[in-house]
């Protein structure tokens, strides 16, 4: 980035020639066109190679083109006509052309930092060039992210931050995703921008110190991951929707539309929009059903990946459904002991524990967990899954050294495997902290779930039902602390988050509305708290049913609180007052199954979620973050569930 004679821009025509020229002397990255090109036609003025240009191609800039000098020259000019086809006659500011590559004086920081912020709100579009798909280069580079963080501190009413990539790298994200999503969670795990890398080691140390008076590098590194969590999924969509409108062949018996279609789901889901993960998976079983018969070993696949979502949608019975058609297929074809089974059998362990059916539940994880230690031995991620999962109910039960010794054996595992900034490490962590908070060691349980929320507000963004969870959690260690405004705070941002995401008939924000009519009954809002007790109560007698447990638990709460409020219209029993404290339990693993459709979802683990009250120890249903799944939650609260 050199001096810069105005915010002027060019039109597609001079980046076209430009190209040419380039590929005539066999330049590839911009550095190289630079040197090549825009140099050698500016050495005699000295000048910016805008200023070489007819007056007719070039104008006040409409466009601002975010891009990395160590790219093909080509994919950028790629990615602006893609935007040009879209939207004729835009004019681009390129550094390349705008900025005089003769003068390495370059302005002082302080521009960029004002002058330069000011200017891209009034181009009003940073277009970013993206590229590799599964290693995006700007997320590497200093200037890039120092762009987007302009970008992203202007706002999105004045300005539209668009990101595109070059069509090879489409088609390669297609195909990269039609064998597994986890290369987007991989390259948001990577979003370290105190990591990043500029030319210049002086403008690297400004841009550094221009983040941390600005958002901070923890802040920012949340934010473009949240940035790029929606990006990719959105394009996951729409490359569904392009090969369908595009292609001149019948897709419904096209098992690689399956593939692909089955991993949109799967990424869909493991981002919380379960409805839209629901409808890819079931369009992925259409398809299988009627090329493989309905009992193939890729039905159970799907069926499997199905359960997940439903679970996460808190729909248990028809999670069970779908389960129990996997696992016929899967014990009548790889046998009882198989490590297939074994995937199903926890996932089902799962359902019956949302239901609150726990003994079920233990008797499913024990059996998984018998076969995982025979095939896997003790140090693999899918036998911690199941230590995991256990510890959940251990917890639930009162036996805390028991499940504090599980979740360290599954926390070392997964350190061990996946590294620090994984979700499934966020998972442990945030139900450890729940043990701690039943064991009213509040300050510990908190700097657990701090930990945890590190990793969820980078991965996943705060706008995901995960990450909801532990805000949720913590509101509950702040009210346990009569840190009250803190508490408040906490828990509504869960909530917030959880009725947009959500909506608000769902069992996890049930599980908020009555963890916030403890805070405001133990801070003597009599009226607030009878009202998020019945919204609490309908959610769970409707969903779950009058004779669950969660649902008694809230009435008896109801109940309680109506007597205190003078309100007759309700019946039930008094009993003790708490908020729920819920327990995620994320699940999260891959296993093989078909050549075309190679990874499946399946249960990796829990993640609990805790709410405000002292005593009991209960259940709580949520969605849960990193697999399309979600596990039933456990409480140490006086808990209404």
Same mark, same amino acid.
């Given at each position: ?366 059996? &998984?967990? =018998?076969?995982?230690?025979?095939? /896997? #031995?003790?140090? +693999?991620? *899918?036998? $911690?899954? @199941?230590?995991? %999962? !256990? ?60 930990? &945890?929320? =590190?990793?969820?507000?980078?991965? /996943? #963004?705060?706008? +995901?039902? *995960?990450? $909801?969870? @532990?805000?949720? %959690? !913590? ?60 919204? &609490?109560? =309908? ?5 779950? #049913?009058?004779? +669950? ?93």
């Amino acid at each position: 980035k050199t001096n810069h004679t105005s915010m002027l821009g060019v039109r597609i025509g001079v980046l076209r020639g430009l190209l040419e020229a380039a590929r005539e002397q066999g330049l590839t990255t911009t550095k190289e066109v630079c040197d090549g090109v825009v140099l050698e036609r500016t050495a005699e003025k000295q000048c910016a190679f805008v200023e070489t240009v007819g007056v007719g191609d070039v104008g006040e800039a409409t466009v601002f083109v975010s891009h990395a000098w160590s790219y093909a020259f080509g994919d950028s000019v790629d990615v602006i006509e893609q935007y040009e086809a879209e939207n004729p006659g835009s004019v681009y500011w390129f550094d390349l052309v705008v900025n005089n590559q003769h003068d390495t004086s370059a302005r002082p920081f302080e521009w960029w930092c004002t002058t330069f912020q000011q200017s891209i709100e009034t181009i009003g579009t940073v277009l970013l060039v993206l590229a590799p798909w599964d290693n995006p280069v700007p997320l590497t580079r200093s200037w890039c992210l120092f762009e987007i963080m302009c970008s992203l501190n202007a706002g999105a009413d004045k300005v539209q931050l668009t990101i595109r990539m070059p069509e090879e790298q489409q088609v390669a994200f297609l195909g990269g995703l039609g064998k597994s999503h986890l290369s987007a969670i991989d390259a948001l795990v990577n979003v370290k921008t105190e990591e990043s890398l500029a030319f210049s080691q002086e403008d690297q140390q400004n841009i550094f110190g221009a983040v941390e008076q600005s958002v901070g590098f923890a802040e920012l590194n949340s934010r473009v991951s949240e940035l790029m969590r929606s990006w990719f999924v959105e394009q996951g969509v729409q490359g569904v929707a392009k090969l369908e409108h595009g292609s001149a062949t019948d897709l419904s018996c096209d098992m690689t539309f399956a593939a692909l279609c089955g991993q949109v789901g799967s990424m869909l889901s493991r981002f919380g929009d379960f409805a839209r993960a629901l409808e890819y998976h079931r369009r992925c079983l259409d398809i299988k059903e009627k090329v493989n018969g309905v009992e193939h070993s890729s039905i159970a696949v799907s069926c499997n990946n199905l359960g997940l979502v439903c679970v996460g949608r808190g729909d248990y019975d028809q999670a069970l459904a779908y389960y129990n058609r996997a696992l016929a297929i899967r014990e009548k074809q790889c046998g009882e002991d198989s490590a297939k089974v074994a995937t199903v059998v926890g996932n089902m362990a799962i359902a019956y524990r949302q239901k609150g059916q726990d003994e079920v539940a233990l008797a499913h994880y024990r059996r &998984a967990l =018998a076969i995982k230690e025979k095939l /896997y #031995g003790e140090s +693999h991620l *899918s036998t $911690a899954a @199941t230590y995991q %999962n !256990m510890a959940v109910i251990f917890d639930q039960q009162g036996r805390y050294d028991q499940a504090l010794g599980l979740y360290s054996k599954a926390l070392g595992v997964r350190i061990k495997c996946l590294g620090e900034a994984h979700p499934s490490v966020a998972q442990t962590y945030n139900n450890m902290a729940v043990v701690y908070d039943n064991l009213e060691q509040y300050v510990k349980a908190l700097e657990f779930y701090s930990k &945890a929320l =590190a990793i969820k507000e980078k991965v /996943y #963004g705060k706008e +995901h039902p *995960s990450t $909801a969870e @532990t805000y949720d %959690n !913590m509101g509950q260690a702040h009210h346990s602390l009569n840190h009250s405004d803190k508490a408040l705070y906490f828990l509504t941002l869960a909530l917030g988050i959880k009725e947009r995401l959500l909506g608000t008939q769902h069992i996890s924000t049930a599980e908020t509305y009555a963890n916030l009519a403890k805070y405001y009954e133990d801070h003597g809002r009599e009226q607030l708290a009878d009202s998020f007790h019945r919204k &609490a109560y =309908a959610i769970f007698n409707a969903i779950l #049913g009058p004779s +669950h447990k969660k649902s008694l638990r809230s009435q008896r709460q109801q109940t309680h609180q109506s007597a205190k409020t003078g309100d007759e219209d309700t019946t039930g029993t008094v009993g003790e007052a708490g908020g729920v404290r819920e327990e995620q339990h994320g699940v999260q693993q891959q296993i093989n199954s078909t050549a075309i459709e190679k990874k499946e979802q399946v249960q990796q683990g829990t993640e609990q979620s805790k709410l405000g009250a002292h005593n009991t120890v209960s259940q709580v249903t949520t969605t849960h973050p990193t697999a399309v799944q979600s596990n039933a939650p456990h409480s140490r609260a006086c808990s209404l569930l």
